[in-house]
């Protein structure tokens, strides 16, 4: 499989370059030279590259003239033709508006007809990650194209679907349904929890699927990321927690993390209990857009992570964009940009103050608490309204201080260009945020002053939910420990730093028993 995965690989760099040496290929690909001439050599006898120059001077270049059947896929956004994405060797590419598509366009995809030798970012970041692509990549022998795959995606981030352009049936108008407006049921869509949020429902999904370990292409989450994920609903009659039934077209309105996919992470229990956590003390007391979450007892003393899909309502799709998309960056460079660089989008697309104050305390927390995974995936944009933008309701935050202690970065990207830190920022990096947002400094100081206050005051509360969630299941207090140490850890940093004395805040140290 990892020779198929690694010819498709190079198949997709001569799609992005229109010539290649293999000097420049062992670059991209980090293979020998030997393996390297042998891809080539295979590559050549399918007719899909051709050899030109002496040896010493020679480079391989796509071959125009073979004979391929085009690969042309509708795109529809919740169930309307928006318009068509194909993809052949003599062409790449190719992404075109419908002539009476009269909606918004997408980010990155500005033009009429847009084309590309490499797969549109747009669409890119939305077929899974890592191994979970490569396995999705091969079906029955065959690799497919990244085009082919998205045809299978089922319940991805958003409100995109694709059909191939032969099998395609337009609706009526009366077909197509209105959407309710976002924000008039955001609060239903988001619901409320508690922390520790326990649920006692049963999971009705085999532990094979569970684990991960199932080679059913079907039974796993289409949604993008590395993380292993299940599409599920809650059957509150029953007390279950069910697959999908995506043969009946059913809406996945929730999504159930079972397994750490991170082999680095050995206490797997606290990574359920680490995500629940950060995001209810975001949601309850930052008073942050944070959708319900919950942890269920799994196998053997394991935990599973439940949330429910804010972007799903009563079978209806809302429309929204992580900032690779936005930033037109691929999947694999997501850390490969600025915090900076991603409020500076922020404020270009979003108009509503108060949604670019929750990002800056987003921000603000995101250092307090070492969300050392943060990266350009990880925040998102949701349509809230007609042609109006506002921050995603967070997700996918976690402290990797609990694995990496000290050692652990506050973002997973860097906070500018010029300034590359991932840590320890001062009272003006916080102002430089505020300002790229169009914050006052006041107001700035404000939320500053706010945001770790609270972080002072009620995460204690946090920690001894843990302490005695721990003490009641028999498990270690490991967790609760380490979120101690995070907690005054923060403090002595902030103090430290002269965050604490510019907002008038005290250094704050707590110790349990």
Avoid: C
């Avoid at 790449?92 to 490499?118: C, M, T, V």
């Avoid at 500076?344 to 509503?352: D, E, G």
């Amino acid at each position: 499989m990892k020779k198929r995965v690694k010819l498709e690989e190079i198949k997709r760099l001569f799609e992005a370059y229109e010539k290649l040496t293999v000097k420049e290929l062992r670059e991209y690909t980090n293979l020998t030279e030997r393996t390297l001439r042998n891809y080539l050599v295979e590559l050549a006898k399918e007719g899909l590259i051709v050899a030109i120059g002496a040896t010493n001077r020679r480079y391989y270049q796509r071959n125009y003239a073979i004979d391929e059947e085009p690969i042309v896929v509708m795109v529809l956004q919740n169930g309307k033709q928006v318009g068509t994405l194909s993809f052949s060797y003599a062409k790449g590419y190719q992404f075109g508006y419908n002539l009476d598509f009269k909606g918004e366009r997408f980010p990155s995809l500005p033009e009429p007809i847009n084309r590309s030798y490499a797969l549109f970012t747009l669409f890119e970041n939305l077929i899974p990650e890592n191994t979970r692509r490569e396995r999705l990549l091969l079906k029955d022998g065959k690799i497919l194209n990244p085009i082919e795959l998205l045809l299978e995606l089922d319940n991805t981030h958003g409100n995109l679907d694709f059909v191939r352009l032969t099998s395609f049936v337009q609706k009526s108008e009366n077909e197509i349904q209105k959407i309710p407006n976002w924000k008039q049921v955001k609060s239903i869509i988001l619901d409320e929890n508690s922390y520790v949020n326990l649920l006692n429902y049963r999971v009705d999904i085999s532990l094979e699927s569970l684990k991960g370990a199932s080679k059913n292409r079907e039974l796993y989450s289409s949604l993008s990321g590395y993380q292993h994920k299940l599409d599920v609903n809650i059957d509150h009659k029953t007390k279950s927690i069910v697959r999908a039934n995506r043969a009946k077209g059913e809406l996945a309105h929730y999504l159930l993390k079972p397994y750490a996919s991170d082999r680095r992470i050995k206490n797997t229990p606290y990574l359920a209990l680490n995500e629940h956590l950060f995001m209810s003390f975001a949601k309850n007391e930052l008073k942050l857009d944070v959708p319900f979450s919950a942890v269920l007892l799994g196998e053997n003393r394991d935990f599973y992570f439940l949330t429910k899909r804010y972007d799903r309502y009563k079978g209806y799709k809302y429309n929204q964009y992580d900032f690779a998309q936005q930033l037109d960056i691929e999947s694999d460079e997501k850390y490969d940009i600025s915090i900076i660089s991603i409020l500076q989008k922020f404020v270009s697309i979003v108009r509503n103050q108060k949604s670019r104050e929750h990002l800056y305390i987003f921000m603000i927390y995101s250092s307090l608490i070492k969300h050392g995974d943060l990266h350009a995936k990880n925040i998102g944009l949701i349509e809230s309204g007609k042609k109006t933008w506002e921050l995603a309701p967070l997700y996918d935050i976690i402290s990797t201080y609990i694995y990496e202690g000290r050692k652990s970065d506050d973002f997973g990207i860097g906070f500018d260009y010029k300034n590359p830190k991932k840590r320890k920022l001062r009272y003006k990096e916080y102002l430089q945020m505020a300002e790229v947002l169009k914050l006052p400094p006041q107001k700035a100081k404000s939320l500053l002053r706010e945001t770790i206050k609270r972080f002072q005051v009620y995460f204690p509360k946090y920690i001894k939910a843990t302490k005695a969630f721990e003490e009641q299941l028999g498990y270690s207090t490991k967790l609760s420990k380490k979120l101690v140490s995070l907690y005054n850890e923060k403090n002595i940093e902030f103090d430290k730093l002269g965050v604490l004395d510019e907002v008038g805040l005290k250094r704050e140290m707590i110790w349990l028993q």
